[in-house]
């Protein structure tokens, strides 16, 4: 049973994956577009996910190491049965087509498209949706769409969302997925009716809905929400703010708590920084653009590159230089922890400044026992060690994949932007790879870095560092037993000497 796992899991999103590309080839016949790049991505992930889940096998008790090893792969391999329809559908190379559907799987919204019209439009859906799927996790997504993966669910829904702190919905982890899911799906809805309410043509309404959702920013349109006008950006303005707060949060408030939203400190702390930065950067836009106007584009991209969506209202790498830089700092800061948004998080941050405040005072008081709390909440010092190990294998992320591309020739705004913009999930970034440009301009391995930033980021970076870790390969099995028990809160059962023989 141990060891089969993992192909269990990705056995199943796989052969999620060819279903949901079935019916992207029957959408493309409706439009009468060629469905051959579907139907045979279909197959092969068909071939591939049957015979994983046919010889995998669903865990009543999966060690952590199984739970991250199925994470792992399925967000390797998704992203490359992914290529598939990017090479069929416009004639991609290999690396480029990888690029795309890793920045879709990863909701990051960068790209390497620069001819948008020769893309077919099924195939624009369906790169929104590989997005809006990966907003929420596909992880998630299969937990709460198959019964099967519930009973060992915890494990994985805890691998796929490694946050710093852990907020219960409900006792019952497929409880849990489904209700996120179902919330994830209303917004999804409210966002495409909200959209085509206020003018945007159906097929762009719904394709936006998924990824704005998802906080992700693929858009059909080659100069992004340029193309609309002043209400559907405040409609995304709307939709782009609720997709980076905590699910959780969000789901109490339905239930009938929408007091906890204002006793939450990370979302105090998120929406004080909306306001203050989106006012910052429109008074600096009032020399680029007239009253209003510098309000919508100034909180319009606050929010997009605040919450890792990528949208762009704007050239927004016109902008005077200290706007650019306001903004390449928020792509450091991120979303709420829980939601869809990527980057640092606010929460982490939160920690952060917390534990300095405390160190500033401990120097004054070596004596005094000063604990950490955020929102009348004591956080645990391995919690604190979590954060700091995530901020500095962040920082040295962002810091060696900026540094290459600066060694493989590109400038160096280019470069520090674009290695943001992948490690935190954010797409777009400044110069080559500004709003209205693309990353086909970087250098093949630079590419190939970003790609694995994009991958990285998504899955918090420590999910994958771990890999390289001696001890992901020397801890004996039953010390990985007796983590996996205690952390479902399980007591372990004594054994006679005779059972061990």
């Known amino acids: 049973m141990r060891g089969r796992f993992a192909p ?27 469905p051959a790049p579907f139907l045979a991505t279909a197959l092969i992930a068909a071939v591939v996910g049957a015979p994983l889940r046919y010889f995998g096998r669903s865990s009543v008790d999966p060690t ?5 090893l199925g994470v792992l792969a399925l967000w390797s391999i998704v992203p490359a049965i ?7 559908g416009t004639g991609m190379g290999g690396l480029d087509a990888f690029f795309e559907s890793m920045s879709g799987f990863t909701a990051t919204g960068a790209t390497v498209i620069v001819d948008f019209g020769a893309v077919p439009a099924s195939l624009f859906m369906w790169r929104a949706f590989t997005q809006w799927v990966g907003g929420i996790g596909i992880v998630v997504v299969f937990v709460a769409v198959f019964p099967q993966l519930a009973i060992a ?9 490694p946050g710093p702190t852990e907020e219960r919905l409900s006792p019952r982890l497929r409880t849990t997925a489904l209700a996120v899911l179902g919330l994830y799906l209303a917004l999804t809805a409210a966002c495409a009716t909200a959209y085509a309410i206020a003018g945007m043509p159906t097929f762009d309404a719904v ?3 998924f990824t704005t959702i998802a906080a992700a920013g693929f858009s059909p349109e080659a100069r992004s929400f340029e193309a609309y006008g002043f209400m559907i950006d405040w409609v995304a303005i709307t939709f782009m703010t609720l997709a980076a707060v905590n699910f959780a949060l969000l789901y109490r408030a339905v239930l009938g708590r929408p007091r906890d939203l204002l006793r939450d400190p990370e979302l105090r702390a998120y929406v004080l920084i909306v306001v203050l930065v989106g006012g910052i950067l429109s008074l600096q836009l009032g ?45 450091f800061i991120g979303g709420s922890a829980g939601s869809a948004a990527g980057g640092i998080k606010v929460m982490r941050w939160l920690i952060i400044a917390k534990h300095t405040s405390r160190e500033v005072r401990r120097a004054l008081h070596p004596r005094a026992v000063l604990p950490l709390r955020v929102g009348g909440r004591v956080i645990p010092e391995e919690v604190l060690r979590a954060v700091a190990a995530f901020v500095t294998l962040y920082a040295l992320l962002f810091v060696s994949s900026a540094t290459l591309l600066v060694w493989l020739g590109h ?6 932007a674009a290695a943001a913009a992948t490690v935190g999930n954010v797409g777009p970034g400044l110069g080559l790879v500004g709003p209205m440009a693309s990353y086909a301009e970087i250098h093949p391995i630079g590419r190939g870095v970003l790609i694995f930033n994009m991958f990285a980021g998504r899955l918090e970076i420590v999910t994958v560092f771990v890999l390289f870790t001696a001890d992901w390969w020397k801890i004996p099995r039953r010390f990985e037993r007796h983590d996996t028990l205690r952390e479902l809160g399980v007591p372990e059962r004594r054994r006679s000497p005779r059972s061990d023989g």
């Not at 999103?13 to 590309?21: F, K, M």
């Open 8 to 34: 269990y899991v990705v056995g199943t999103g796989v052969l999620g994956l060819a279903a949901a590309l079935v019916v992207f080839a029957l959408y493309a016949l409706v439009l009468d577009e060629r």
């Open 64 to 68: 952590r190491r199984e739970a991250l």
């Open 82 to 88: 992914g290529i598939v329809p990017y090479v069929m």
């Open 153 to 161: 669910g915890r494990q994985i829904f805890n691998a796929e969302l």
């Open 207 to 209: 394709a936006h809905a």
């Open 287 to 331: 020399s680029v653009y007239e009253g209003a106007e510098a309000v919508r584009h100034g909180y319009f991209q606050t929010i997009s590159i605040l919450t890792t969506t990528g949208y762009a209202s704007a050239d927004y790498n016109a902008w005077p230089d200290r706007s650019r830089t306001m903004l390449l700092v928020l792509m």
């Open 411 to 416: 400038d160096f705004v280019t470069s520090f």
